[in-house]
């Protein structure tokens, strides 16, 4: 099942530059999609959502852009702070409004914010 | 801020044992789920929960699953014959409408 794909495993960045995380998706029923944060021993935590209808949705540090044509969605955080080091999920809805269905979730990035 | 809460956060079970998994979401959350993330694997859908009923299951979820509500707070997952693959991290989540999706801290199930 790869209906969203994150290709890059992890991603290395200077504290205070900007992190750029990756996801795509091949599923054109999906019309929501969400960002999860993962520290070790602990469950997913949201951090921010983009519904299909919008290119753009900011919250503080992060922005996520979607490109429907591309089926590319991204994750900007900026400025980039050690303790955003964790690993983050990308995933994908197709009726999250109406009927809490499930996620669909891509493989995860490795973010490593170094001092 | 409200809370997913399962338990326990570790459990060891022989293989072919029955395993009950269980959670508190928030509540005034109305839909409940579980997923599971086998070890260096995406995190994988396994049933959703409405109305005191199964609302939507996936292929991992066979016969031997099944998830219950029992009282008013409570939701489990059973697993009833564990079998190796069975091995994973399954976290519960609750949301209200279907956007505010909440995921709890896991329970690492070890399968010998």
């Known amino acids: 099942d790869q209906q969203v794909k994150q290709n890059s495993p992890s991603l290395s960045v200077q504290e205070g530059r900007i992190s750029i995380l990756n996801c795509d998706y091949t599923?054109?029923?999906?019309?929501?999609f969400l960002w999860y944060k993962k520290y070790p021993a602990e469950g997913p935590t949201f951090l921010i959502s983009i519904s299909s209808i919008k290119d753009k949705n900011e919250d503080g540090r992060f922005t996520v852009f979607l490109n429907k044509s591309a089926k590319h969605l991204s994750l900007h955080i900026v400025p980039s702070q050690p303790g955003d080091s964790a690993v983050y999920f990308c995933a994908a809805s197709d009726a999250l409004e109406t009927s809490g269905s499930r996620l669909t979730f891509g493989e995860g990035t490795q973010l490593t914010v170094n001092p | 801020e409200p809370e997913v809460t399962q338990t326990p956060s570790h459990q060891v079970t022989q293989m072919g044992q029955e395993v009950i998994l269980r959670c508190v979401p928030i509540s005034n959350h109305l839909y409940f789920y579980w997923y599971r993330q086998i070890l260096g694997q995406k995190v994988e859908f396994l049933v959703s929960f409405y109305n005191n009923e199964i609302s939507e299951k996936s292929e991992i979820f066979d016969d031997q699953f099944s998830v219950e509500r029992p009282d008013g707070s409570n939701f489990t997952l059973k697993i009833r014959s564990t079998k190796l693959e069975d091995s994973a991290m399954y976290f519960c989540?609750?949301?209200?409408?279907?956007?505010?999706?909440?995921f709890g801290s896991g329970t690492r199930l070890t399968v010998v």
């Open positions: 599923n054109s029923m999906f019309d929501y």
């Open positions: 989540a609750s949301s209200d409408s279907g956007y505010g999706y909440t």
